[in-house]
Every structure is written in structure tokens, then in C-alpha cells.
């Protein structure tokens, strides 16, 4: 009998592509089209500016900190809401701003907010939802980013061509919770036991494990966090992606601020 080609996990694969979309499509991709209109409208340089994208990032990695130990306390159904009531309703409050403080404290909450609803908690969605076909199924995840800034960008712009700044980041910030916050309630399921079912490909594991004897299950090996922290393949691991996020996102956060004024 043929297994079903369409199942759960891949309802799971389609939240993860929506909530990249809804949060690193909007909050990041479509963040240089309003650094020019702040500048424009409020007097600010582009170095001042640009900082808001500098608090979230750095804000999104030390929220990938916390997200992970939450997550073993709490249930993803019940952290992922509360972020992404934190990241939309941040970037909704940039429409009512004035001043650079408060630019920045809410950028400090889109990037905490941000942590919680994308990278890592997709990530860990994945790995426990696929031993077959992970990559495939993390791709297209982690690909709903780029298919949320191709499609927000474009409606961002139209927005802010007909009505302003401000009201694009009301009608944004809305749109995100419109999405993070429903997907996180009622499709998002942490383990595939929660839907009885098991990690895509586990069953056909089973079926070819020999039934006469069983060999004992080998016993997970690893290492803890502290004894990591301190290992030199750590730190290298740690240079090496921040070089290569300054190279990437530093050129992609950055550049297009000064092309445009």
C-alpha cells in the first residue's frame, strides 16, 4: 500500500514558508524602503537611521539565545504567539514615532520578536518533523524570506507611494500578526506524535529494521553548551558566520539606503 504523499509534515513545511514570510519578509527585507522616507520626513542621517537595523539584528541573535531554553520549558504554541504579537506590534508602533529613542527601542523589540517566529524555531520544527527529505523540507522553510520580501516589497512600495510611510507600517505590522499569530495557534504542532503521527520517514526505518534480533539502539553522544562555549571549534564556527553575515547582510542592510538618497 502506497503512503500518503501529502501528510502533516508538509502542512508544518508551509507555517514555517509563511512565518519567514510574515517576519524576515517584512520586518527586514522591506526595512530600507522607509530608512529614506524617516530621513526625508524626520531630518535623521543615514548612519542613525541605519542603527535601527543594527538593534534588531543584534537583538535577534541574543532572542536565539533565550528561544531555545524556552522552548524546552514551553510549548512552541504558546512562545510563537507571544513573539509575534511582539514583532508585529512593534513594527506597527513605528508608524506613531518621532524621534530616534523611539525608533530604537522598538527596533530592539522587532529584533527579540523576530527571534522567535523564524530561524530557530523553524529550524527545530523541521528536525523534528522530517528524518527524510529535511533539506528539502528546510529549504523551502527558510526560502518563505525570500518570497516574502519579493512579494512585500512590492506591496510596501505601493503603500508608501499612496499613502504614506506611517500607514505602510500599520498596514504591514497588521499583516504580519494577521499571519504569525493564527499559523502559530492552529497549524503549528511541535511533535509529530501531536498528530499521531511520526517524523517523515521514521515508518519506513521501522519496516526495514530486522524483526528477529534487534540491535540495541545506539546511545546519543554529544557534547553540553558550556564544555562547547569553550572548545576551539566553537569560536571558529562563531567567526567564520559572523564574516559571513557581515559580507551578506551587512552589504544587503546597508548599501541600498545610500544608492537611494
Not at 45 to 70: E, K, N, W
Not at 135 to 154: C, E, K, M, P, W
Not at 171 to 191: D, K, M, Y
Request: glycine share 8%; hydrophobic share 50%.
Amino acid at each position: 500500500m502506497q503512503s500518503k504523499k501529502f501528510t502533516y509534515h508538509w502542512v508544518i513545511v508551509i507555517a514555517c514558508f509563511l512565518l519567514m514570510a510574515s517576519s524576515i519578509g517584512i520586518t527586514t527585507n522591506c526595512f530600507n524602503l522607509f530608512t529614506v522616507e524617516i530621513m526625508n520626513d524626520l531630518g535623521y542621517t543615514a548612519s542613525q537611521v541605519q542603527l535601527m537595523a543594527s538593534i534588531a539584528t543584534i537583538m535577534m541573535l541574543v532572542g536565539s539565545l533565550i528561544i531555545g531554553p524556552l522552548m524546552k520549558k514551553f510549548s512552541m504554541r504558546v512562545i510563537m504567539p507571544i513573539f509575534g504579537v511582539i514583532i508585529s506590534l512593534s513594527f506597527f508602533l513605528y508608524s506613531r514615532c518621532n524621534s530616534l529613542t523611539t525608533l530604537y527601542i522598538l527596533s530592539f523589540f522587532v529584533g527579540l520578536g523576530r527571534s522567535g517566529v523564524s530561524v530557530i524555531p523553524c529550524g527545530v520544527l523541521m528536525n523534528n518533523w522530517f528524518q527524510e527529505k529535511r533539506g528539502l523540507a528546510t529549504g523551502i522553510a527558510l526560502a518563505g524570506s525570500t518570497g516574502g520580501g519579493f512579494v512585500f516589497v512590492r506591496i510596501a512600495k505601493v503603500i508608501i507611494a499612496s499613502v504614506g510611510w506611517r500607514s505602510a507600517y500599520m498596514i504591514l505590522g497588521a499583516t504580519a500578526a494577521i499571519i504569525i499569530i493564527p499559523v502559530s495557534l492552529f497549524l503549528i504542532r511541535e511533535n509529530p506524535s501531536d498528530k499521531g503521527l511520526l517524523p517523515l520517514g521514521a515508518d519506513s526505518a521501522l519496516q526495514a529494521a530486522p524483526t528477529a534480533k534487534e540491535e540495541p539502539k545506539p546511545v546519543a553522544t554529544g557534547i553540553s553548551r558550556n564544555k562547547f562555549l569553550k572548545t576551539p571549534a566553537f569560536w571558529m564556527l562563531g567567526i567564520l558566520f559572523f564574516m559571513i553575515s557581515v559580507v551578506n547582510m551587512g552589504v544587503q542592510s546597508n548599501i541600498s539606503i545610500y544608492l537611494s538618497s
